[in-house]
């Protein structure tokens, strides 16, 4: 298993999390950026997800639900900021339905290095309260279960044989 970094700073509004994929950029990105990918590996693998919105431009709006086996349903939705890309990265807010109010600001990075690819996700909340209060909900284990869940992805995806013409 890779290394699932956290850094959050005593009193700050801010955590980041970085993790290496064994992966293109491109490829990382793909998966972070088309629905019917992120939904194979964004959460712990115990919930099933769907994507019921999905705008992904300046200004488009998202929603996402993990279910769980018996029925209960954990929605999150934002808004994108400035254009996606690659090259300069996603930039969200993002909130958690079941706590309303609670709004944070995200952004994910992809640096290729050597063939690999480094995901920083720096997110910064509202309060200090907040950001601790995401972090004890146990939003580390969660992380490291679809950052797990993407590897097996990006292994899937790379092993698949290319299409005749490109």
């Known amino acids: 298993m890779r290394d699932t ?5 005593p009193n700050s509004h801010q955590a980041i999390i970085t993790r290496e994929f064994d ?4 490829l990382v990105y ?7 990918l992120l939904k194979q590996w964004l959460g712990p693998r115990k919930y ?12 488009g709006r998202y929603r996402y639900v993990h279910a769980d086996d018996d029925g209960n349903e954990y929605g ?13 990265g996603i930039l969200q807010t993002w909130e958690f339905e079941g706590v309303p109010g609670h709004v944070s600001l995200q952004k994910a990075t992809f640096e290729e290095r050597n063939g ?9 909340w509202q309060t ?26 990006l292994e899937q995806l790379q092993a698949a044989p290319v299409p005749a013409g490109r």
């Open 5 to 9: 970094n956290l850094s959050a700073e």
């Open 48 to 59: 099933r997800m769907t994507v019921p919105q999905w705008e992904f431009r300046d200004g």
């Open 116 to 124: 690999k690819t480094v995901v920083t996700a720096d997110a910064v």
């Open 30 to 36: 793909r998966c972070y950026s088309e629905p019917e």
């Open 76 to 88: 999150f939705r934002g808004v994108f900021h400035g254009t996606p890309s690659v090259k300069d």
């Open 128 to 153: 200090v309260a907040d950001r601790d209060a995401t972090i004890d909900s146990g939003m580390m284990e969660g992380v490291e279960d679809g950052y797990s869940r993407l590897d097996d992805l």
């Open 23 to 26: 992966a293109p950029r491109e």
